[in-house]
């Protein structure tokens, strides 16, 4: 795992809590994918199973650091779903929590780490939730996920909830100008399609999605002078159809922004001049009208398993350009 530099604050902050003895039993990181919360969460893991702590950093050298290096430290766990699995089960929690009870191997802190807890099922929750309530001595909890709103409130309130927001845009920029040799340009585009975070800004810049972005952004203009929206099937219907619905929703949302002579918040910077043809090919009913629909077909896709892709997305590109004939009603009945 990477340390990224916008950790240090977030790392400084909630150490100093375990320094002064005042640190949560359990701490809910809350983070979107690629801020780095595993290094955030490793990094705290390492100087609460120190043995040796130098202020806020771990030694590196006691037994306890050299375990944590090697992965096979017998006090630190990682509950995670099993290969294959989206859920994480109860049998695997409750042996975990079993297991806290027993002394500690080496005699220090002992560490439970659950990655995505919102993969947790209701089971699963509910016996981490007994411990969490009377929690055994010197052990510490770290759950990370992107969503807390989808874990049980009462889990929630056993917790200490510490958001790692994205860093500042401008520090984003210069930092992704240090890892690859792109323009500002291209990095302020990538960044406000990623919420803002770095690393899964820079992933997406070095990545083939980049390229099916730009795809897809030249079949939207080529809908535009057409008209013709169902050409735009042949590039939505891929395995990441709601990443791609995404970037399409953020096209339509920058040119509702654009009539509002808001261009300066848009997310796709570096198709300024595509945004403003959207701007100009239809009223903003028929543009929210559209996004909407646009994320009903999505929330459809991802919440729904052996859905037809195909049929919905030929459904919503149909529905698109029937709205934008002329003196047509707008159909919104099946939402």
């Not at 796709?268 to 945004?275: E, G, P, S």
């Not at 149909?318 to 707008?330: I, K």
Request: with cysteine.
């Amino acid at each position: 795992m990477r340390w990224y530099p916008w950790l240090r604050p977030a790392f400084e902050k909630l150490i100093s809590g375990y320094r002064q003895g005042k640190g949560h039993h359990a701490l809910l990181v809350q983070a979107q994918e690629g801020m780095g919360a595993d290094a955030l969460i490793y990094a705290l893991s390492r100087w609460l199973m120190c043995r040796q702590p130098e202020e806020n950093k771990s030694c590196g050298h006691c037994h306890s650091c050299r375990l944590m290096q090697a992965g096979t430290h017998p006090d630190y766990r990682v509950i995670a779903p099993e290969k294959g699995k989206t859920s994480l089960g109860v049998d695997a929690v409750r042996d975990a929590m079993e297991k806290l009870y027993d002394r500690s191997r080496m005699g220090g802190a002992k560490v439970v780490w659950i990655p995505e807890t919102e993969r947790l099922t209701e089971a699963a929750a509910n016996a981490l939730l007994k411990t969490l309530e009377e929690p055994p001595e010197e052990c510490w909890f770290f759950l990370s996920c992107r969503e807390p709103e989808r874990l049980l409130a009462t889990l929630r309130s056993r917790c200490f909830c510490y958001h790692l927001a994205p860093p500042d845009e401008t520090f984003s920029v210069v930092w992704l100008g240090r890892e690859n040799g792109l323009s500002a340009e291209l990095h302020r585009a990538a960044l406000r399609l990623c919420d803002g975070v770095p690393a899964a800004a820079l992933e997406l810049l070095t990545s083939e999605r980049w390229e099916l972005r730009q795809k897809l952004c030249a079949g939207v203009e080529l809908a535009l002078q057409s008209g013709a929206w169902l050409p735009l099937l042949k590039i939505l219907n891929q395995d990441n159809a709601p990443e791609i619905l995404r970037w399409l929703g953020s096209l339509l949302l920058d040119g509702i922004k654009w009539q509002h002579h808001a261009g300066r918040w848009i997310a796709n910077v570096d198709y300024t001049a595509l945004v403003a043809q959207i701007a100009q090919s239809a009223a903003q009913p028929v543009l929210q009208t559209s996004l909407t629909k646009l994320f009903h077909c999505r929330e459809q896709l991802s919440a729904i398993s052996g859905v037809n892709r195909e049929l919905l997305l030929f459904e919503m590109l149909l529905s698109w350009e029937n709205d934008r004939r002329p003196g047509r009603a707008l159909s919104l009945s099946h939402l």
